[in-house]
């Protein structure tokens, strides 16, 4: 019995540096558990441990946690973790929950949070830090020093800012400047300029090139008249990255943004039917094409054998340009401007990979059949399905890009729908127009 206890004791003790040592490492742990069980870890430790990991897990884990809290440890957490962390976590919920849970703040921290939540879902303000310190330009280095040493909340911070008495930016001094000055200095004297602000409303694409631009890990947040606002940390940008790119590899598929593996069965079913039901019409669009030809398949019943290989390889082709296009938008490597570049690239892939994939095909076509003319038939088809699919590929997520539409949506849906009928039409026209070499 006492052994029991010793090691329950020396587990807890294990998670509890755990978390406070590798904050979010333990949030990505707890992400693969109930939120039941997750919760449980959590509310055993003080909240001085648990606040970063708190802040490392995703907006709608955290909402599913912090709704399941007693009012008091929910109004605890909330005020412990970054505001935008918090209007993150209640933007997921609905209009009442959200006020639930508003409602346990205190009046300015809610306030504030409520401001945050006021700038548009992909802007600076949403994902800004509020919590910044600023210091004076007459402020000397060891008074400086001593301020950030009293002061646990500069973990992560690159740099200090220095303000006019109306907290307008005026120059900023890195940490590696100031942890070699004399410490007699003012800041002012080891100051440098300004190279780069953003403002509130700033969108995630220009927070993104001013960041790679100027090599920042921080980016502060201004507003039209030079008041620090907020600062946005390169960990934070990630993060809100890598969510996004979760959220957009379900939607791609059909999968609502709101479900996760623990969710109910009636959430998936009504997240996941409407989409199937579209995919059911798209399904019989692609149908409709092999009817046109039901007279050809009759006549030479091989061309169904040989039909889902056609559409089968123009998909995962179609799927594989998909990924590349949606990748390189999704990491601002490319923009819509250059869909000419490309399509051109997809097209010669499409082209030399269907040249390929039509000989081995063809090879296997001929000693199978022995038809010279059904080999004709599947290679020229797949050459022009997969050139199809590959150009698909690009221009479906550009063009919903284009009309402001989200191709992370209904990309996958389209795609598929495309590429069956570029694989089926190719296939079944050209058997028809060659019927006279299939007998």
Same mark, same amino acid.
């Given at each position: 019995?006492?052994?029991?206890?010793?090691?329950?004791? +020396?587990? +807890?003790?294990?998670?509890?540096?755990?978390?406070?040592?590798?904050?979010?490492?333990a949030?990505?742990?707890?992400?693969?558990?109930?939120?039941?069980?997750a919760l449980?870890? &959590?509310?055993?430790?003080?909240?001085?441990?648990?606040?970063?990991?708190?802040?490392?897990l995703?907006?709608?884990?955290?909402?599913?946690?912090?709704?399941?809290?007693?009012?008091?440890?929910?109004?605890?957490?909330?005020?412990?973790?970054?505001?935008?962390?918090?209007?993150?976590?209640?933007?997921t919920?609905?209009?009442?929950?959200?006020?639930?849970?508003?409602? $346990?703040?205190?009046?300015?921290?809610? $306030?504030?949070?409520?401001?945050? /939540?006021?700038?548009?879902?992909?802007?600076?303000?949403?994902? /800004?830090?509020?919590?910044?310190?600023?210091?004076?330009?007459?402020?000397?280095?060891?008074?400086?020093?001593?301020?950030?040493r009293?002061?646990?909340s500069?973990?992560g911070?690159?740099?200090?800012? #220095?303000?006019?008495?109306?907290?307008?930016?005026l120059?900023?001094?890195?940490?590696?400047? &100031?942890?070699?000055?004399?410490?007699?200095?003012?800041?002012?004297?080891?100051?440098?300029?300004?190279?780069?602000?953003?403002?509130?409303?700033?969108?995630?694409?220009?927070?993104?090139?001013?960041?790679? /631009?100027?090599?920042?890990?921080?980016?502060?947040?201004?507003d039209?008249?030079?008041?620090?606002?907020?600062?946005?940390?390169?960990?934070?940008?990630?993060?809100?990255?890598?969510?996004?790119v979760?959220?957009?590899?379900?939607?791609?598929?059909?999968?609502g $943004?709101?479900?996760? +593996?623990?969710?109910?069965?009636?959430?998936?079913?009504?997240?996941?039917?409407?989409?199937?039901?579209?995919?059911l019409?798209?399904?019989?669009?692609?149908?409709?094409?092999?009817?046109?030809?039901?007279s050809? #398949?009759?006549?030479?019943?091989?061309? +169904?054998? &040989?039909l889902?290989?056609?559409?089968?390889?123009?998909?995962?082709a179609?799927?594989?340009?998909?990924?590349?296009?949606?990748?390189?938008?999704?990491?601002?490597?490319? $923009?819509?401007?250059?869909?000419?570049?490309?399509?051109?690239?997809?097209?010669?892939?499409?082209l030399?990979?269907?040249?390929?994939?039509?000989?081995?095909?063809?090879?296997?076509?001929?000693?199978w059949?022995?038809?010279?003319?059904?080999?004709?038939?599947?290679?020229?088809?797949?050459?022009?399905?997969?050139?199809?699919?590959?150009?698909?590929?690009?221009?479906?997520?550009?063009?919903?890009?284009?009309?402001?539409?989200?191709?992370?949506?209904?990309s996958? #849906?389209v795609?598929?729908?495309?590429t069956?009928?570029?694989?089926?039409?190719?296939f079944?026209g050209?058997?028809?127009?060659?019927?006279? /070499?299939?007998?």
């Amino acid at each position: 019995m006492v052994e029991q206890v010793q090691l329950q004791n +020396a587990t +807890a003790l294990l998670i509890e540096r755990f978390c406070e040592t590798a904050p979010q490492s333990a949030a990505s742990r707890l992400e693969t558990v109930s939120a039941e069980a997750a919760l449980e870890i &959590l509310q055993q430790m003080p909240l001085s441990i648990t606040a970063p990991v708190w802040s490392e897990l995703s907006s709608h884990t955290a909402s599913e946690m912090i709704d399941a809290l007693p009012e008091d440890r929910a109004k605890e957490v909330l005020h412990a973790i970054d505001p935008a962390k918090v209007a993150g976590i209640i933007a997921t919920l609905g209009t009442d929950k959200r006020e639930k849970l508003l409602a $346990k703040l205190d009046q300015s921290d809610a $306030k504030e949070v409520r401001e945050l /939540m006021a700038y548009p879902i992909d802007s600076a303000g949403r994902i /800004m830090d509020t919590r910044v310190l600023m210091f004076t330009g007459d402020m000397t280095i060891r008074d400086a020093q001593q301020v950030l040493r009293a002061r646990r909340s500069n973990q992560g911070m690159y740099e200090l800012r #220095i303000v006019d008495e109306d907290k307008r930016l005026l120059s900023t001094v890195p940490l590696s400047t &100031l942890a070699l000055a004399d410490p007699a200095q003012t800041l002012d004297s080891i100051s440098e300029r300004i190279r780069t602000v953003v403002q509130p409303t700033a969108t995630r694409d220009e927070i993104i090139e001013q960041m790679e /631009m100027h090599r920042l890990e921080e980016l502060t947040v201004v507003d039209h008249e030079g008041k620090i606002q907020g600062v946005i940390r390169h960990s934070t940008l990630i993060d809100v990255l890598k969510e996004d790119v979760s959220i957009d590899i379900q939607t791609m598929v059909g999968v609502g $943004k709101d479900e996760r +593996a623990t969710s109910t069965s009636w959430l998936a079913i009504r997240k996941r039917l409407p989409w199937l039901q579209v995919n059911l019409l798209t399904a019989f669009a692609a149908a409709s094409v092999v009817g046109i030809f039901e007279s050809t #398949i009759a006549t030479f019943t091989a061309l +169904a054998v &040989l039909l889902p290989v056609v559409a089968g390889q123009s998909g995962n082709a179609g799927a594989q340009a998909l990924a590349v296009t949606m990748r390189g938008l999704a990491l601002r490597e490319v $923009k819509v401007r250059d869909w000419p570049k490309m399509v051109r690239k997809e097209g010669v892939v499409g082209l030399w990979n269907g040249v390929a994939i039509a000989v081995v095909c063809g090879i296997g076509v001929y000693f199978w059949s022995g038809s010279f003319g059904l080999v004709l038939v599947i290679t020229s088809s797949m050459v022009l399905a997969m050139v199809i699919a590959g150009l698909a590929g690009v221009l479906v997520p550009v063009g919903l890009q284009r009309i402001g539409q989200d191709p992370a949506v209904a990309s996958s #849906i389209v795609l598929t729908t495309i590429t069956d009928i570029a694989g089926f039409f190719s296939f079944l026209g050209i058997a028809t127009l060659l019927s006279g /070499m299939l007998s």
